[in-house]
């Protein structure tokens, strides 16, 4: 029974993905819960008719009081088998409603929806482009994904668990009172008015209040995660003090925010209080004097009080159900904010798989500054030849990782074009353009997974054996045989830890060498490959990677020179713009920009700073 109804929705089904999210709430929210439409018409068709049963109830006990006005005898011959139905009722149609009520909200709807809305999100995050995570916390993001689901799970469960139960309760209530006497539904008439006047005011306040809040620990989450990913930071330059400070403020703002919303939750508890005094005095009240003047019985009077005791226990929980659906609202408005954000990087509209014969790249008149008025790149024109070893060096903000990340195609260009065998990288999918390029970073950061994960990622339908000679290739099987995790796990099933914090970087280096060997791309990007790498083990490596280069375009990144001594062609970048290129021998025969790094590098290491 339970996985019936769990299984009424696939949160995971395929979809219509969108570019373009709704940013206006409610198009939002209906748009990730179309598929429970059908199931929302039966949740709240259920709980109209538990309510109405409710009421009936009440309805009913009245009539019990009416009908014990009579003897024993003559009531149980009268309406005996009555009472036997009510009874049986009760018993087994009461509770079947109910089951059906809570299976649906329960099981069918609340695990469901909290989980498609993760699903989508999680997926709608994961197409933002590099430059998209670069502009915000990683943990604010995260935290965004993770809260906005049960805030909009809870929603939902509000509208049919309370607010349309409560509805259909109060116009049963009405109903009632009125076929009691008509008079009796003026002071519940007064009542409604003002408690709607009261959540009217609750209302405009929880929202904003609650959207406030929600900021507020998203920044917090976002702050204390920036402090913990940079430990070593923290650690090394003794700035605990620091932290603690720069998270105070966001935690400070997080407790004047919750108690102002909290203080709208007193009054409101206040208010309400009274309100439920005047109703039940004014119905209870005026249902006596019916009766005193002959004009209700006792009946009647038994059922007044009971319901407005029932409106009395109620309301309180109505308020707070609908405070908590704007509230819960508040924080969907505020994941929104990343959750809805436009995809700022796509795909041509009639975008092809790159389709590489050669590994021929041509850059023509290349410009990009990334909005601004200089640095970046300026009208760079480059050809490299199928299979040509291209060294790339130059001072730091020269523009060299620029126009790797603009090969990569992280960044759209703002001017030129990138060409891949003569097709625009701009016109092919960004994952078959990505497919064809390999890259190792200086900064090696792994997957908080196993040492077989990491190095799969470069080719995860890839054979044990073919894993394995990667990792020999890349100097690193001997070591990955050694490992072993707090959790017990050894060799290449051990766990390196968030960003491989675990391994060393040497270790860590040989490791994203050896998931690159294993995708064997044609295109190859080294940046600064080699840096976390002792002399010994870095000679030893550079002969892996001249092996990796046979037959595939490079483009190496290095500050030390000699690593690339041996690169077919060496381009030297200043400024933005391709200054001299040549090879290692001719460029130092010039005396130009190279031979002056050159001389100047200590340990064969290019200075930075080097003047020209």
């Keep these: 029974m339970f996985r019936y109804f769990e299984n009424l929705v696939d949160p995971f089904a395929a979809y219509t993905e969108t570019n ?53 005898a003559e009531v149980w011959k009268a309406h005996g088998t009555e009472l036997i139905l009510m009874a049986i009722f009760v018993l087994l149609l009461r509770p079947l409603l109910h089951v059906v009520d809570v299976l649906l909200l329960n099981n069918a709807i609340l695990p469901n ?19 998209w995570f670069e502009n915000d916390f990683a943990g604010r993001i995260a935290n965004r994904i993770m809260q906005t689901p049960p805030a909009a799970g809870e929603a939902v469960f509000q509208v049919f668990d309370a607010i349309s139960f409560s509805l259909a309760y109060l116009v049963g209530a009405a109903i009632l009172l009125m076929a009691a006497d008509p008079r009796l539904l003026l002071p519940l008439l007064i009542w409604f008015a003002l408690y709607a006047l009261l959540v009217r005011w609750t209302v405009a306040r929880v929202g904003p209040a609650s959207k406030a809040a929600s900021d507020a620990r998203s920044e917090v989450t976002g702050r204390v995660v920036d402090s913990y990913t940079n430990i070593h930071s923290v650690k090394m330059f003794a700035h605990d003090a620091q932290e603690l400070g720069y998270a105070r403020e966001a935690i400070e703002e997080t407790r004047r925010t919750f108690q102002i919303e909290m203080r709208i939750f007193t009054i409101m508890d206040a208010v309400l209080v009274a309100l439920n005094g005047l109703l039940i005095v004014s119905v209870v009240g005026w249902a006596i004097a019916l009766w005193m003047q002959g004009s209700a019985s006792v009946g009647v009077v038994a059922a007044a009080t009971a319901l407005t005791l029932r409106l009395n226990a109620m309301t309180g929980w109505i308020m707070w159900a609908l405070t908590s659906f704007f509230r819960e609202l508040g924080v969907v408005a505020e994941g929104m904010e990343t959750i809805a954000q436009p995809i700022d990087l796509l795909d041509a509209p009639d975008a092809q798989p790159l389709q590489l014969t050669h590994g021929q790249i041509d850059i023509r008149d290349l410009s990009h500054h990334y909005g601004r008025e200089t640095g970046g790149l300026d009208h760079i024109n480059l050809t490299i030849q199928p299979g040509e070893k291209i060294g790339l060096i130059g001072r730091s903000g020269a523009g060299k990782s620029t126009l790797v990340k603009l090969l990569l195609r992280f960044y759209d260009v ?18 078959s353009l990505r497919s064809h390029i390999g890259m190792v970073q200086q900064d090696s950061a792994l997957l908080h997974r196993s040492v077989r ?27 990955i045989l050694d490992l072993q995790d707090p959790q017990g796990r050894t060799g290449y099933d051990a766990h390196v830890g968030e960003r491989g914090v675990k391994l060393s970087g040497g270790q860590r280096q040989r490791v994203t060498l050896a998931r690159v060997i294993l995708k064997d791309a044609p295109i190859l990007l080294l940046d600064e490959a080699t840096s976390a790498l002792d002399s010994e083990v870095e000679a030893s490596i550079q002969e892996t990677l001249y092996g ?40 130092l025969s010039q005396g130009g920009l190279y031979a002056q790094f050159w001389a100047r590098q200590s340990g064969g290491f290019l200075n930075p700073e080097a003047a020209e």
């Design 414 to 431: 703002e001017q030129g074009a990138i060409l891949i065998d003569d097709q625009n990288i701009a016109q092919v999918t960004q994952n």
């Design 20 to 72: 373009t999210p709704p940013t206006r709430l409610w198009p939002f929210m209906l748009e990730y819960t179309r598929p429970f439409y059908g199931l929302f018409v039966w949740a709240a068709l259920i709980s109209i008719i538990v309510a109405a049963v409710e009421v009936g109830l009440i309805y009913y006990m009245g009539r019990v009081v009416d009908l014990l006005s009579g003897s024993p």
């Design 548 to 587: 990796m280069m046979q037959g595939k375009t490079v483009i190496a990144i290095a500050h030390r020179l000699s690593t690339i001594a041996r690169m077919d062609r060496i381009l030297v970048m200043d400024g933005g713009k391709i200054v001299e290129q040549g090879g290692h021998a001719e460029l």
């Design 453 to 479: 994960d990491n190095i799969l990622y470069g080719r995860p339908g890839a054979t044990e054996g073919q894993m394995i000679a990667a990792a020999k290739q890349a100097e690193a099987h001997e070591f």
């Design 113 to 131: 929806v909290g989980t498609i809305f993760r699903w989508r999100a999680h997926n709608h995050v994961l197409r933002q482009s590099v430059k």
